[in-house]
């Protein structure tokens, strides 16, 4: 099925640009991913700044298809349409990409 929701409208990223300006600003200017759970998935996170933090990601520079939460503290794979948790988490998570946009500044 396709993926239908409003990137603008979804509950994350709006609770990032409002609470956390800086970490978008920082993400749009340095061009990071910004990794947004869909509307169903954002109800069981905590909105703070730890967790916008660790969905901003950005590119490592030693390693190939291997992300940096910009905590730093926690890494990612991203392969393929599939972000696969690595270094740093509790557990073992394989998310799909349901879809892709690009910011321009």
């Not at 099925?1 to 609470?19: G, S």
């Not at 749009?28 to 954002?42: D, E, G, H, S, Y």
């Not at 939460?69 to 349409?81: F, R, W």
């Amino acid at each position: 099925t396709m993926y239908d929701e409003e990137l603008e409208e979804n509950p994350f990223l709006v609770a990032l640009r409002m609470r956390a300006p800086d970490l978008y600003t920082l993400a749009a200017k340095n061009q990071l991913v910004i990794c947004c759970p869909r509307r169903a998935a954002t109800g069981a996170l905590s909105l703070n700044r730890t967790c916008f933090e660790t969905h901003i990601l950005q590119a490592s520079p030693f390693f190939a298809g291997v992300f940096e939460c910009l905590n730093s503290e926690k890494t990612v794979d991203l392969d393929g349409g599939v972000i696969e948790t690595q270094r740093g988490f509790r557990e073992r998570r394989k998310v799909k990409i349901l879809q892709e946009d690009l910011h321009y500044n």
